[in-house]
C-alpha cells in the first residue's frame, strides 16, 4: 500500500510539473484597428472589428461595446462580417449610445458551418466582425475603446459558451485635422490674354483722346 501511495504521489507530482511546464493557452484576441491614424474635418474613416487568433475555437456570437469621442468624431453606419452568416442565417444588432456603439450578432449556424466560415484550407483565419465609419467634426485626438458587459456582452464559441478573449490594453487614437481648405483654380490662359488685349484696347483709345 506504501509503494501505491508513493507511485500515486509521484504521478500527481509528475501531473502538476507538466501542467507547469505546458504552454499556456492563447486567449483569443479582439482588436479595433483602422488603415489611417488621422482624418481630416468632415472626412470618413473606416474602423475594423477583428477577432484574431482563434486557434482551435470558433466564434457563434459577440456583444461588444465600441467607446468614442462624440465631440470629436460623429458614428455614421455600421456593416457586419459574413462569417457568422451574414444577417441571413444571424441575429444582428447595433444601437448607437452616448458616445458608444453596442453591435450584437448571434448566429443560427452549426458549429461545422461556422468552422468552414472561419477557415481557409483547413487553418484557422482571422474574422473580421464588423466595419464602422465614423466623420470627423472636430479637430484633436479621438480615442476608441472596446469594452462588454460581463453578465450578458463578450464572445461566444461552440453551443454559445463563453470565450477567454483579450481587449487592446491601449485605446486606438485617430487624429483629427482642420478641414483641408479648397483648391483654387488657375486663371484661364485664354481669358487672361483676353483681358490683357482688352486693356490694351482701352489705354489705346484713351490715349489718343487725351493727345487730341
Given at each position: ?10 504521478g ?92 450584437a ?41 472596446l ?14 459558451t463563453?470565450l ?5 490594453s ?9 478641414a ?33
Amino acid at each position: 500500500m506504501t509503494m501505491l501511495n508513493g507511485k500515486s504521489t509521484a504521478g500527481g507530482v509528475l501531473c502538476a510539473l507538466l501542467m507547469l511546464l505546458a504552454p499556456p493557452s492563447k486567449a483569443l484576441l479582439i482588436s479595433l484597428e483602422a488603415a489611417d491614424t488621422s482624418v481630416a474635418s468632415g472626412e470618413q474613416i473606416g474602423l475594423q472589428l477583428w477577432a484574431r487568433d482563434l486557434g482551435t475555437e470558433i466564434v457563434s456570437g459577440f456583444e461588444l461595446d465600441v467607446n468614442f469621442n462624440s465631440s470629436l468624431m460623429g458614428f455614421d453606419n455600421s456593416l457586419f462580417g459574413d462569417a457568422l452568416g451574414n444577417g441571413i442565417d444571424s441575429l444582428q444588432d447595433s444601437l448607437q449610445g452616448s458616445g458608444s456603439i453596442n453591435l450584437a450578432e448571434i448566429s443560427f449556424l452549426s458549429d461545422a458551418e461556422l468552422e468552414g466560415l472561419q477557415s481557409n484550407g483547413g487553418s484557422r483565419v482571422d474574422v473580421l466582425l464588423a466595419s464602422l465609419f465614423f466623420t470627423g467634426s472636430s479637430v484633436g485626438i479621438a480615442e476608441f475603446s472596446l469594452s462588454f458587459d460581463p453578465l450578458f456582452g463578450g464572445v461566444f464559441g461552440s453551443g454559445a459558451t463563453d470565450l477567454t478573449f483579450d481587449l487592446p490594453s491601449q485605446p486606438l487614437l485617430i487624429e483629427v485635422q482642420a478641414a483641408l481648405a479648397a483648391p483654387v483654380s488657375e486663371p484661364n490662359q485664354f481669358a487672361m490674354i483676353l483681358m490683357m488685349f482688352i486693356n490694351l484696347v482701352v489705354a489705346a483709345k484713351f490715349s489718343g483722346r487725351v493727345t487730341r
